[in-house]
């Protein structure tokens, strides 16, 4: 659906067990990193707005980049065998994290460039507790970050790709994209105001 609005939609296939959390983020890193370095000669449009989204365990992995591994951070700060390249020379920090029925936020967060989040879940969720999103969203307003929570009524888990109602999901979840983009569109507004 995000290409259907006119975005430039790359997939990570996250891995798992056996590596570490940390090699997880950095790969995710690496990804947002290669998409910069390479947009201009691959011609991708709309450089000025970079998201990074996750749903369920997807979140860990979104949020893990943006704790950790943001801006001028190179594997190298973690792995002493590891020779940083042109692309880690790349900034990697994010303008919006799209993050869909995510597990818990460390909001105790190192990296001080939180990216504008918009947020997303559904209130009878049993696999996540709901209550992780109230909680990111209400730290990020207290904090004084740029947040939109969109709790969908009814909705179960995995509704992630924007499954139609037919589909046996709750009336809503086949909406979320479109209200993802008017809040980056929102936010690209913004942020052209205060540069």
Same mark, same amino acid.
């Given at each position: !659906?995000?290409?259907? !609005?006119?975005?430039?939609?790359? #997939?990570?296939?996250?891995? *798992? ?13 690496? #990804?947002?990193? #290669?998409?910069? &370095? ?7 449009? +709309? ?10 365990? +997807? ?5 893990? *980049?943006?704790?950790?591994?943001? %801006? $001028? ?16 020379? *790349?900034?990697? $920090? ?7 029925? +995510?597990?818990? &936020? ?7 460039? !939180? ?6 879940? +559904? ?16 730290? !990020?307003?207290?904090? %004084? ?22 589909? %046996? ?27």
């Amino acid at each position: !659906l995000l290409l259907s !609005l006119g975005y430039n939609f790359f #997939l990570l296939q996250r891995r *798992v067990e056996p590596y570490s959390e940390m090699d997880i983020f950095m790969d995710f890193q690496r #990804l947002i990193r #290669l998409v910069k &370095y390479h947009a201009a000669q691959e011609g991708y449009g +709309g450089q000025d707005m970079f998201a990074g989204l996750g749903w369920s365990g +997807g979140c860990r992995t979104l949020f893990g *980049v943006i704790n950790y591994c943001y %801006g $001028d951070i190179t594997p190298a700060d973690f792995d002493s065998e590891y020779i940083p390249d042109e692309i880690d020379a *790349v900034n990697s $920090d994010l303008d919006a994290a799209l993050a869909l029925y +995510g597990m818990g &936020y460390n909001m105790e967060a190192l990296n001080k460039n !939180l990216p504008a989040f918009y947020i997303c879940a +559904g209130t009878i969720d049993t696999t996540v507790d709901p209550q992780n999103s109230y909680d990111l969203y209400d730290w !990020l307003v207290e904090n %004084g970050y740029d947040a939109q929570l969109n709790m969908i009524e009814g909705a179960e888990h995995g509704f992630g790709v924007g499954l139609a109602p037919a589909t %046996g999901q709750a009336p809503g979840t086949d909406e979320w994209p479109m209200h993802a983009d008017e809040f980056m569109q929102a936010h690209l507004r913004y942020q052209e105001q205060h540069y």
